[in-house]
T-cell receptor, first 119, second 111 residues
Framework: GAGVSQSPSNKVTEKGKDVELRCDPI?????LYWYRQSLGQGLEFLIY????????KSGLPSDRFSAERTGGSVSTLTIQRTQQEDSAVYLC?????????????????FGPGTRLTVL | EDQVTQSPEALRLQEGESSSLNCSYT??????LFWYRQDPGKGPEFLFT???AGEEKEKERLKATLTKKESFLHITAPKPEDSATYLC????????????FGKGTRLHILP
C-alpha cells in the first residue's frame, strides 16, 4: 500500500472493556512496531515483530496487553480490561528489514495512530 | 541503561533565525540514530539515519550530524512550515533492534 494505515483513528471506550487496534504495514515490510505516545511524552516502545514472531515484548506495560501478527502483514494490538491510564495515541510503524545494518532498511514509516480514550 | 535525551524541550525562533537541536545518547553499541519530524495529530515522519561518528546528512534547510555521544539537527533560515516536534531515536546493536526515542523538541517558527 501507499503507507502504513491504522484503524480505528479514534476509539472511546469505558473502563474495563477490551479494545482491539489494527495496523496494516507497508507491503513487503518485514518488521512492525507498536508504540504508545501520551500527551507531552516521547514514544514508548511496546512490541516489535520480525515477520510473525515477536523477539522483543519487553515494552508491553502489563499482561492486559497482547499483540499478534498474521501472514507477516496485519497486526492487532489488544488491550483487555482497559484502564484510564491506557489512554494515549497508539502508533504503528513498519520497516523493510531492521536486521540489515548500515542500510536504509531499518528506517521506520509510521501510521497516523489510533487515539484511545478510556472513560 | 540505554538513554536518549533531547534539548531544549521547546524552542521558539523568528523566521530566518538559524539554530540547532541536540540529541544526547547513551547506548551500548550504536546501530543507528534517527531523526523524525512529527506534526500535531500525525505519526512521525522519517528525516535522517546516521550510522557513524562524523557522518552528516542534509535535506533542504535541515542538516543532521553525529558524534560518539550526541547528534545535532541544524536548522538554517527556518520557515514557519518547519514548526513541528523533532524526535531523535537510537537503535542499539545488542538490544534486539529495539529503538529508543527521546521526548522530542517542540520547534515553533514565528513569521
Amino acid at each position: 500500500g501507499a503507507g502504513v494505515s491504522q484503524s480505528p483513528s479514534n476509539k472511546v471506550t469505558e473502563k474495563g472493556k477490551d479494545v482491539e487496534l489494527r495496523c496494516d504495514p507497508i507491503s513487503g515490510h518485514t518488521a512492525l512496531y507498536w508504540y504508545r505516545q501520551s500527551l507531552g511524552q516521547g514514544l514508548e516502545f511496546l512490541i516489535y515483530f520480525q515477520g510473525n514472531s515477536a523477539p522483543d515484548k519487553s515494552g508491553l506495560p502489563s499482561d492486559r496487553f497482547s499483540a499478534e501478527r498474521t501472514g507477516g502483514s496485519v497486526s492487532t494490538l489488544t488491550i483487555q480490561r482497559t484502564q484510564q491510564e491506557d489512554s494515549a495515541v497508539y502508533l504503528c510503524a513498519s520497516s523493510l528489514d531492521p536486521l540489515l545494518a548500515y542500510s536504509s532498511y531499518n528506517e521506520q514509516f509510521f501510521g497516523p495512530g489510533t487515539r484511545l480514550t478510556v472513560l | 541503561e540505554d538513554q536518549v535525551t533531547q534539548s531544549p524541550e521547546a524552542l521558539r525562533l523568528q523566521e530566518g533565525e538559524s539554530s540547532s537541536l541536540n540529541c544526547s545518547y547513551t547506548v551500548s553499541g550504536l546501530r543507528g540514530l534517527f531523526w523524525y519530524r512529527q506534526d500535531p495529530g500525525k505519526g512521525p515522519e522519517f528525516l535522517f539515519t546516521l550510522y557513524s561518528a562524523g557522518e552528516e546528512k542534509e535535506k533542504e534547510r535541515l542538516k543532521a550530524t553525529l558524534t560518539k555521544k550526541e547528534s545535532f539537527l541544524h536548522i538554517t533560515a527556518p520557515k514557519p512550515e518547519d514548526s513541528a516536534t523533532y524526535l531523535c531515536a537510537v537503535q542499539a546493536r545488542n538490544r534486539d533492534d529495539k529503538i529508543i526515542f527521546g521526548k522530542g523538541t517542540r520547534l515553533h517558527i514565528l513569521p
